[in-house]
Nanobody
């Protein structure tokens, strides 16, 4: 079984920073592609950033230069460092894992609210 648990969300003022974490159970973390998605109220879920099993990363244009995705294969943990947060970054953030066989797993999400 694969379980993903996000943490680190909260309320932050515009311009502030947060670091999200996603702890993954099981032994396939290091061989799986990982990603962060978000869903704002009334909007579709959208891709934020991805991290491949190599060192390649990919970002949505809206977060490039502000967010950084990283992974610690020893700790089975994915991170999302979010800087210069904007009100439009307010959303529920989800962690996702796609195993080498193409099966995707999702966490339950963590709320990020950017407001003054």
């Amino acid at each position: 079984q694969v379980h993903l648990v996000e943490s680190g969300g909260g309320l932050v003022q515009p311009g502030g920073s947060l670091r999200l974490s996603c702890a993954v159970s099981g032994s396939i973390f290091s061989i799986s592609a990982m990603g962060w998605y978000r869903q704002a109220p009334g909007k579709q879920r959208e891709l934020v950033a991805t991290s491949s099993t190599g060192d390649s990363t990919n970002y949505a244009d809206s977060v490039k230069g502000r967010f950084t995705i990283s992974r610690d294969n020893m700790k089975n943990t994915l991170y999302l460092q979010m800087n210069s947060l904007k009100t439009e970054d307010t959303a529920v953030y989800f962690c996702t894992l796609t195993n080498p066989w193409g099966v995707a797993y999702w966490g339950q999400g963590t709320q990020v609210t950017v407001s003054s």
